[in-house]
């Protein structure tokens, strides 16, 4: 699976998600997406839901934001680093980031960072529309966010 054929099966399952919690304030909506929640509730959305597994090793997990608006991606590349094909990057370049490297690319390596999974940053980009969301802080287009029938 490409990141962007993963990002755009994420943001479609986030979409289908939403569409059931018309009725919830926005906060009641990030509390559903508490990874204890998810996990009971919305089985399919995450793999590791199967196995009961956090993403990350952190007490307070919240799954709104999966992926990160920060995480930039091309499946045909970013561009050349130490020789080698960069597939994905941090926007802001956090010190929790790191890289898993290969003998010819380079892919972002989140394990370390929570920012995206504190209900606090969430509730301050939040919005209903996922891809509006990524749109906030240039993850996608703004007119792929509009034009996308989500
Ligand atoms: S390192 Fe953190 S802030 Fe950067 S893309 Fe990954 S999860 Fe987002």
Redesign the pocket.
Known sequence: MTYQEWFDAHASKHANIMAKLTHLRDDEVIRYFRFENMVREENDFCPLYATNTRCHDTPELNCYLC??????FNDTGLGIKEGKTLFS??????P???EFHTDTAIH???S??????QERYIAWIFDRKWLVMMAKVGAVEPSYAKITPL
Do not use: K, Q, S
């Not at 992926?67 to 930039?72: I, S, T």
């Not at 370390?112 to 999974?117: A, D, F, T």
């Open positions: 992926a990160c608006p920060y995480f930039r990057l941090c926007a802001i370049e956090t929790h980031g790191g972002h390596d989140c370390g960072c929570l920012v995206p999974h």
